[in-house]
């Protein structure tokens, strides 16, 4: 029997799973680890921590089954920003700065004054924030000289586990792209001119950059002994793990769309490149990357602030607080919930607006309290869908939905009826993970098109708007953009 493993680097967990050629589950392992915020806005981790997760759920799934068995490895992760600073040795010199974090604004100040933010997008498909990973290199060069001194290489945080794997540097296009304003989304390469505009050494990225379904290397023996996996097994590239989750629900051409929520929000669509709008980040796909883009909004803090929630204000598991939050009207009787604990990216690329709890009463207990973070979610994707209409991004009227909140069959029912379209789930234990398996058998050649990976689908489950709920939650949500257009205008 094929086996195929697919493994996903998280913000706060890294997960496995094994299935067989027909996408049918047989494995799967996890563990979690917490990112760093020294300072407000600042968000780090050590690039040996995913190293040591990767180890360690490898290990685990060898408990599980015979670890020779699996014919290719496929590793997807978190956008890492700026990437791993590495030595000449690949050695890690520096805390990795990840998409959360926001300390370059000094970096994207410069870069809206001194560089032609037109001809950026142009070349790139993006615009600028601290969120993209080269002003973030920008920072460390300006802040940390000495640091800056030592740094030859950086890495995504999936391709430096893949290297510590294989002794193989490489990345591919999705991570390459998202780094933004030094990616060539045209030529799918690095950009010459905007490299030395920003003075950043072309040097310090990845000379090698491959399609998301490559082989990149094979396990060495080094880490056949460590891991229990076979020596020479097929170490597949993947992607940003955003792109990939939306791969594993089954999007494969223009209109579908898929939000991703775990610790973040990602919501995206793919499309041949003609529908690019600064308001989104733009890279390319994870399959057939060098045709395909995959445009994505979405919210910085989703599945964080439900974890905030529960660690602040209760002591009760998530089991109790939804069957509270059951019991009460849409609209939260008047508590409105602004998501944006971290700033905001795409599309509202606002990195000064906070999060806000609006409404409060003494009427008001835990149940309206996680209800209202749930609704929060639904009304980000809302916008996010809206802007992207407005952008005249194509867009069919179903949404589908994978991460951890889809497992809530209240949240479904509130996003479909803050939506008014029908929301499709479906019953898989990860997301980016299983999209990652099918990248495993696609650089083998078990498959032979992207499309198969609807075959690989189990029945989703669809959940359809409330048709009561629907005018309360036109007004709940309008409600929630001007609540938002009116902190705006009063922080600024």
Partial sequence: MDLLM?????????????????????????????????KPLWAECDAETWFEAVIKVMKKIGETIDAGTIKAI????????????????????????????????????????????????????????????????????????????????????????????????????????NIGGIFDLKKRAWSKELLEELDIPENIMPERIESSETTVGRLTKEMAQVTGFKEGTPIVSGGVDAAVATLASGVCKTGENTAMIGTSMCWGTIHNGDHLDWHFVNFPYVVRGKELVYTFGGATTAGAII???????????????????????????????????????????????????????????????????????????????????????????????????????LWLKIAASVLNREVLSYPISFDAPYGDCFLAGLAIGLFEDMKEIKKWLPEEKITKPESNWVPMYDEAYNKFKRLYDGIKTSVL
């Fill in 6 to 38: 697919g493994i996903d680097i998280g913000t706060s967990s890294t997960k496995a799973i094994v299935t067989d050629s027909n996408g049918k589950e047989i494995a799967s392992a996890s563990t979690g680890y917490s990112i760093r915020t020294p």
């Fill in 74 to 177: 496929a590793i997807s992760g978190l956008y890492g920003g700026a990437g791993v600073p590495l030595d000449h040795e690949i050695n890690p010199v520096y805390p990795t700065l990840i998409w959360m974090d926001k300390r370059a604004v000094e970096q994207t100040k410069w870069v809206k004054a001194n560089i032609d933010n037109n001809k950026l997008f142009e070349i790139t498909g993006n615009t600028v924030d601290p969120y993209y990973g080269f002003t973030k290199i920008m920072w460390i060069r300006d802040n940390e000289p000495d640091v800056w001194k030592k740094i030859a290489l950086f890495l995504p945080p999936k391709d430096y586990v893949i290297y510590k794997l294989t002794n193989q540097i490489s990345t591919d296009f999705s991570s390459a792209g």
């Fill in 307 to 409: 974890e905030w929630l529960k660690k602040s204000f209760s002591g009760k598991d998530l089991k109790e607080l939804e069957a509270m939050a059951e019991k009460i009207e849409p609209g939260s009787e008047g508590l409105t919930v602004l998501p944006f604990f971290m700033g905001e990216r795409a599309p509202l690329w606002d990195m000064d607006i906070r999060g806000c709890l609006y409404g409060l009463s003494l009427s008001h207990g835990e149940g309206h309290l996680y209800r209202a973070f749930l609704e929060a979610i639904a009304y980000i994707l809302r916008l996010n869908i809206e802007v992207a209409k407005t952008a005249k991004i194509p867009i069919n009227n179903k949404t589908g939905v994978v991460g951890g909140v889809a497992s809530s069959s």
